[in-house]
Nanobody, 122 residues
């Protein structure tokens, strides 16, 4: 059973750096044909893909967030992290980590964490 769990502070102040960790069990984050993403959902809005780290450590980011978003990993702990700088109240959202299966014809977010609420407020 593949499980992902987000962890980190639920509150952040404007201008601070948001840091979240996704801990993965049941699969290695270095396994081929899967990559690992951060996705968020602001209140009342749809899901927003933030970025992805591949099984080999390559990273890809949403153009709107690239300048202040960084994804990294710790393979010894089977974790990948999200850091976002200069947060504002607009960054308030439920943050999810998810695995994406890189199939021959389809790519699917097949496993998700439960999500963690992050509120940015002074």
């Amino acid at each position: 059973q593949v499980q992902l769990q987000e962890s980190g502070p639920g509150l952040a102040k404007p201008s601070q750096i948001l840091s979240l960790i996704c801990t993965v069990s049941g699969d290695s984050i270095t396994t081929r044909y899967y990559d690992w993403s951060w996705i968020r959902q602001p209140p009342g809005k749809g899901l927003e893909w933030m970025g992805t780290i591949s099984n080999s450590g390559n990273t890809y980011y949403s153009p709107s967030l690239k300048s202040r978003t960084s994804i990294s990993r710790d393979t010894s702990k089977n974790q990948f992290t999200l850091q976002m700088s200069s947060v504002t109240p607009e960054d308030t959202a439920v943050y999810y980590c998810a695995r994406r299966e890189l199939g021959l014809f389809f790519r699917t977010y097949d496993y998700w964490g439960q999500g963690t609420q992050v509120t940015v407020s002074s």
